[in-house]
Nanobody, 110 residues
């Protein structure tokens, strides 16, 4: 019910936009990322009303948005750093109903 797109290889300082298509209008949607051996961490989230929240590592560089009619969420990532390399997952939540999309790999390397 959630499909993430847009990962790839990008050079440091570059940009990438991730997309997440949902089949349901979740109250809250978010982007998470995970590096092998580490816990999955929140990158950014957005409510149906447009309220956003960012991890400190994402502030000023990433922008989360959602297109309500299409139930699609985006993550615009600018000024990418090697430490942003991870598998990025999208998540949708409404009350106790939670769904995860498959991950999309983002690699930041020269």
């Amino acid at each position: 019910q959630l499909q993430a797109f847009g990962g790839g290889l990008v050079q440091p300082g570059g940009s990438l936009r991730l997309s997440c298509a949902a089949s349901f209008s979740f109250a809250v949607m978010g982007w998470y990322r995970q590096v092998p051996g580490q816990q999955r961490e929140l990158v950014a989230s957005i409510t149906l009303g447009g309220d956003t929240h960012y991890a400190d590592s994402a502030k000023g560089r990433f922008t989360i948005s959602r297109e309500k009619p299409k139930n699609t969420m985006y993550l615009q990532m600018n000024s990418l750093k090697p430490e942003d390399t991870a598998v990025y997952y999208c998540k949708g939540q409404s009350a106790g109903y939670v769904r995860w999309g498959q991950g999309t790999l983002v690699t930041v390397s020269s």
